[in-house]
């Protein structure tokens, strides 16, 4: 087991995740990789099976389809690699934006379209479907614990997850947007004038922002602690 990296004092909006369940994480690692694993199984399935929106998409576009299982096999990999000693910044970065933009998202629209939802879906499905998506929040806020986020890999984090917007909402390349099925049409008149759709891709742009500000945040926090020596 390796020995845990130090906690750098940054703010709480950066590092809300208390001390203790970082650790927890950290020192139970391997039981964290299995149990993105199972949700990485659990969501495929999912895509393939419970919507059949897998299978119906065109095999090629396949890589922007399943968001929330490719997250947390990202994590997968991210924790995986630390606890092995050859740690990937551009795996933690990928794996930070993919489990902060899904984990928060998938509530927003649970909540969103919650009436629908709850009229078609199993309430205890739909409490664990919010609640282990909240969950991938809690990680992606103890991924900076093995990360300093060196722009080279934010950089390949908002390329993946901004071409990941473009195909899922705006331009799909091949067939439907790619985004996550809505129960709902997309053109349904919404707020402010706003359809389906557009809800659903204003909430991902500005978690993609969000994402992007965090971890650059970190970053420039880290480097100003560690350079007056208070990290």
């Known amino acids: 087991m390796r020995e845990l990296p130090e906690r750098d004092r940054l703010p709480a909006y950066l590092a809300p ?34 919507t059949g929106q897998l299978l ?42 993919g489990n902060l933009i899904l984990g928060f998202w998938t509530p927003y629209v649970l909540l969103v379209f919650a009436d629908v939802y709850l009229a078609h879906q199993h309430p205890a499905m739909y409490l664990f479907l919010f609640f282990s998506h909240l969950g991938m929040v809690v990680q992606a806020f103890v991924i900076y614990r093995i990360s300093d986020f060196p722009t080279e890999a934010v950089g390949v984090a908002v390329a993946w997850y901004g071409l990941d917007l473009v195909v899922d909402f705006f331009i799909p390349v091949v067939g ?56």
Do not use: C
Request: net charge negative.
């Open 17 to 50: 995740v208390p001390d203790a369940v970082e650790d927890l994480g950290l020192r139970n690692v391997w039981l964290v990789v299995a149990i993105n694993l199972v949700g990485t199984a659990f969501g495929f399935w999912f895509y393939a099976f419970e």
């Open 56 to 97: 119906d998409t065109p095999t090629v576009m396949w890589p922007w389809v399943p968001d929330s299982p490719a997250a947390t096999l990202l994590a997968a990999g991210a924790f995986a690699s630390w606890a092995r000693g050859h740690s990937r910044e551009w795996l933690n970065a990928v794996a930070f934006f």
């Open 176 to 231: 439907e947007p790619h985004h996550t099925i809505i129960p709902v049409d997309r053109s349904t008149p919404m707020w402010l004038g706003a359809d389906a759709l557009d809800v659903v891709a204003a909430g991902a742009v500005l978690l993609t922002l969000l994402a992007t500000y965090l971890s650059l945040a970190i970053r420039s926090k880290k480097l100003e602690l560690r350079q007056s020596g208070s990290g």
